[in-house]
């Protein structure tokens, strides 16, 4: 087990290394100058060189480079050129909307996927599972931001059990919290909740093929019994890989949502300051949602190491 562990602790050191020098490159080669974008078009050449020496972007790029990965190591993402507030309060404070919101999306996912793929695995082929698998192809097909405007309007203007977008922050608790980001959540899990369910009808459909499911059988346990005692633990492996996919998916890819209920996360973060040219931000905050996903991914190993025995002991 431990050297698994660590196979996949260098395996994650590799990407992030990889990845912050793709991130690097890839921005700085966008088009456009940060300091000239502050300035204006009618800024003097002394003192578009002023500001450019003042955000530090008169040094060679592989030095900025250094500097920036050096402080991502000790914690400082730097210093934003726009607001020329530090990165990492900015960052900090969009994450407690993003990080519960897809929590609270995948809580809401996963809650609604296993028992819908379990209920149409036990009775595939039959009303149940063909009515099922329609409503996820459904949900597959239709994008999360008409569900977020359907949402919006059913539950917003007509109903009013919620506000239509906007969020007042954590100080009027917890309560209050989630039920504003509770329609944002709902817009973000129903797509996901569709394709987890797909993927867990699947897994357990071909788990319950198995040699050991039919030998279960035939001692005499039950269908249901066989697919809960043996099948769901089986089944989890794939099921696990979607889980962990989605939660980065859910982190990183929320910009739409968050720009259709108005909500200060990191994905509008990264929006606004790509608008702005204000590169050591969306550097920042792109280097830590790939982090975020390597690290989710990361954890899926760890957890397929404890459902399948086989991979502790290297096989």
């Known amino acids: 087990m431990l050297r698994f562990v660590l196979k996949r602790f260098a395996s994650l050191a590799v990407s992030l290394a990889v990845a912050s020098l793709v991130i690097f490159a890839v921005i700085e080669i966008a088009p456009g100058d940060p300091a000239a974008f502050m300035l204006g078009l009618n800024a003097q050449p002394e003192t578009l060189a002023a500001l450019r020496a003042e955000l530090g972007l008169d040094v060679p790029k592989w030095q900025r480079y250094l500097t920036w990965v050096f402080g991502l190591v000790q914690g400082d993402f730097g210093l934003s050129?726009?607001?020329?507030?530090?990165?990492?309060?900015?960052?900090?404070?969009?994450l407690w909307v993003s990080l519960p919101l897809a929590l609270y999306a995948l809580g809401l996912s996963t809650a609604i996927a296993f028992p819908a793929g379990i209920y149409a695995a036990a009775r595939r082929g039959r009303a149940g599972d063909m009515t099922v698998m329609g409503a996820t192809q459904l949900g597959v097909a239709v994008p999360n931001f008409w569900f977020a405007m359907?949402?919006?309007?059913?539950f917003a203007i007509k109903l009013r059990w919620f506000s239509a977008g906007g969020f007042a922050g954590w100080d009027g608790g917890l309560w209050a919290g989630l039920h504003a980001l509770t329609l944002p959540a709902v817009a973000l899990a129903l797509p996901q909740a569709a394709i987890l369910a797909r993927v867990m009808r699947s897994a357990l459909l071909e788990v319950m093929a198995e040699d050991y499911i039919r030998t279960?059988?035939?001692?005499g346990l039950s269908q249901r019994a066989a697919l809960w005692r043996h099948g769901l633990r089986n089944a989890l492996i794939p099921v696990l890989t979607i889980i962990g996919l989605q939660f980065s998916f859910l982190l990183a890819g929320s910009i739409i949502i968050e720009q259709v209920f108005y909500l200060p996360g990191l994905g509008r973060l990264v929006?606004?300051?790509?608008?702005?040219r204000d590169l050591i931000v969306v550097e920042s905050v792109v280097m830590l949602l790939v982090f975020a996903v390597i690290m989710v991914n990361f954890i899926v190993d760890l957890a397929y190491a404890l459902v399948d025995p086989r991979l502790r002991a290297g096989r």
């Open 150 to 154: 359907m949402l919006v309007l059913i």
């Open 81 to 94: 050129y726009t607001y020329r507030t530090p990165v990492s309060e900015m960052i900090a404070s969009r």
């Open 271 to 276: 929006f606004q300051s790509i608008s702005a």
């Open 216 to 219: 279960a059988r035939a001692k």
